[in-house]
């Protein structure tokens, strides 16, 4: 069985900072890739970045130059910086895990955790 605990979240002013961790724990055979999804109030989950095996980034347009993901493959261990952060970033995060399954790929994902950014 295979669990993602998410730790990091929280109330911030706008500007600040946030560092939100994640890791997966279980029965993994190897990890794909690892990321961050966001969901506001009357929006649809976004991703937010993402972070392959071999260290490839891709980020949202929205966060870039203020998000940095990185990760640590021993430890199955993904990290979100936060900075610079707005009201608009308010929502609920989730990480996310694609592991490498015995004949294909398998998702999971986390609890989700809050992140607020107040004005």
């Known amino acids: 069985q295979v669990q993602l605990v998410e730790s990091g979240g929280g109330l911030v002013q706008a500007g600040g900072s946030l560092r939100l961790s994640c890791v997966a724990s279980?029965?993994?055979?190897?990890?794909?890739?690892m990321g961050w999804y966001r969901q506001a109030p009357g929006k649809q989950r976004e991703l937010v970045a993402s972070?392959?095996?071999?260290?490839?980034?891709n980020y949202a347009d929205s966060v870039k130059g203020r998000f940095t993901t990185s990760r640590d493959n021993a430890k199955n261990t993904v990290y979100l910086q936060m900075n610079s952060l707005k009201p608009e970033d308010t929502a609920v995060y989730y990480c996310?895990?694609?592991?490498?399954?015995?004949?294909?790929?398998?998702?999971?994902w986390g609890q989700g955790t809050q992140v607020t950014v107040s004005s």
């Open positions: 996310n895990l694609d592991a490498r399954g015995r004949y294909a790929s398998l998702i999971y």
């Open positions: 972070i392959t095996n071999g260290g490839t980034t």
């Open positions: 279980g029965n993994i055979f190897s990890i794909n890739a």
